[in-house]
């Protein structure tokens, strides 16, 4: 079955954008971004989708006690990056559950999604133990969700 790597439109909120150009050391020796780059991709997205939602890590260590901490990913690729391809890195959160929530997230070139990721993280605090998503956090991260079909064809199996 064919995948459909366009980007299929944002049904249920505003997805957060982080842009980025490849650089030579993330090739593998193909001319190709290495798989392992994508989860660093995106994982900086995520860092800048809740920094620029006014959620720093130090304000939920400090003021909430509340780690996030990741507890499953799956990625899925779909087509190659190249050096100095210019790319755009996109993350929403499709639940927020008790003490786990889910982003959504895809690198595309244009309007070319390569690659997919859905991401469970944990909320714990201080100590490592599991916690409930605070009432703030959750107000803070609204701005960023997405419907939980968001990645369309081109989500991870």
Not at 31 to 52: C, K, M, P, T, W
Not at 118 to 136: D, H, I, K, L, Q
């Amino acid at each position: 079955m064919a995948v459909d790597t366009t980007v299929p439109t944002p049904q249920g909120g505003a997805a957060h954008q982080m842009d980025l150009n490849v650089r030579f050391y993330e090739l593998d020796p193909y001319g190709h971004v290495n798989h392992s780059v994508y989860v660093q991709y995106f994982e900086s997205g995520r860092i800048e989708a809740l920094r620029d939602a006014n959620v720093g890590l130090d304000w939920l260590q400090q003021e909430l006690d509340v780690n996030l901490v990741v507890v499953q990913i799956n990625v899925r690729f779909l087509r190659p990056a190249f050096l100095a391809d210019r790319l755009i890195v996109e993350s929403g959160i499709t639940s927020v559950g008790r003490a786990k929530a889910t982003w959504a997230q895809r690198v595309r070139r244009d309007d070319e999604v390569l690659a997919s990721q859905v991401m469970v993280s944990g909320c714990t605090n201080g100590e490592g133990r599991p916690r409930r998503f605070p009432a703030e956090l959750i107000e803070a991260l609204k701005p960023i969700g997405v419907a939980e079909d968001w990645l369309g064809s081109a989500a991870p199996k």
